[in-house]
């Protein structure tokens, strides 16, 4: 999934997967690490974040926790 900029620090990225409706929110953590949630069906399945983490980092695991919140969305 491709993250879009919304403004300074907010990225956000919509997909479908599977027959989903995938919605992905990341927000800055003071400048110092970021914070991010998955939506499956407008329904927050999945949310992490830390200072320190990266948005290369969300990005790098992102198909997987994808994967995991539609597994968790399906129990």
Not at 8 to 35: K, N, P
Request: proline residues 0%.
């Amino acid at each position: 999934m491709k993250l879009i900029k919304d403004y300074a620090g907010s990225y956000y990225g919509e997909d479908v997967v599977d027959g989903y409706d995938i919605r992905v929110e990341v927000e800055t953590l003071s400048g110092r690490g970021f914070s991010y949630s998955i939506y499956v069906n407008n329904s927050l399945i999945f949310e992490d974040g830390w200072y320190g983490l990266t948005l290369r980092d969300i990005k790098a695991g992102l198909d997987n926790d994808i994967d995991y919140a539609i597994e968790e969305y399906e129990s």
